[in-house]
């Protein structure tokens, strides 16, 4: 499995079998992705291979450093004790290949989280989303490996 970064300074491989999914809703998490929660897949620490860029690092408690791309931002890494490493699951080129096991910090869910899927979609194919979508040009990395990180301005 490999990932990175959204500008693709920092990419990593792991060369081994991931470990379990979870979300988690704790206040830290939500600052720390600036999202609802935190969505992190464990890896054995010696399976994890950095092979662009290293990632930089906050100390958000006495436990968990979080790792991420100090050129973009990206949120990459939970480490626990320096012992454990968890990865964001968005950060992988193939997140749908994770499988979520739980639901971590539960009782700090924001209110609305169990609403989500209940929420209007708006499809790709309809003329108002079809236009937003077509005028869109992505400076991400693409989500594979490449030898030339630098993105097309």
């Known amino acids: 499995m490999t990932g990175g970064c959204q500008c ?5 491989r792991v060369d ?19 999202g609802f929660f935190g969505p992190y897949v464990g890896a054995p620490h010696d399976t994890v291979a950095w092979t662009r860029g290293r990632p930089k690092r906050f100390q958000s408690s006495n436990k968990v450093a979080r790792g991420f791309c100090g050129d973009c ?9 320096g012992q454990h ?3 964001a699951i968005g950060a992988l080129d193939r997140p749908g290949e994770v499988r979520l096991s739980e639901q971590l910090a539960s009782p700090a869910r924001l209110p609305y989280f ?8 708006h499809e790709a194919d309809e003329p108002r989303a079809a236009a ?11 989500d594979h490996d490449t030898a030339d990180w630098t993105p097309k301005l």
């Open 8 to 12: 693709g300074a920092v990419r990593f």
């Open 85 to 87: 490493v968890a990865l």
């Open 16 to 34: 081994g079998e991931l470990g379990e999914a979870s979300i988690c809703h704790c206040r830290m998490c939500q600052k720390a992705t600036g």
């Open 73 to 81: 931002g990206t949120p990459l890494t939970f480490e626990y004790d």
């Open 114 to 121: 169990e609403e989500l899927a209940t929420l209007p979609v």
């Open 132 to 142: 937003h979508i077509a005028s869109i040009v992505s400076y991400q990395h693409p």
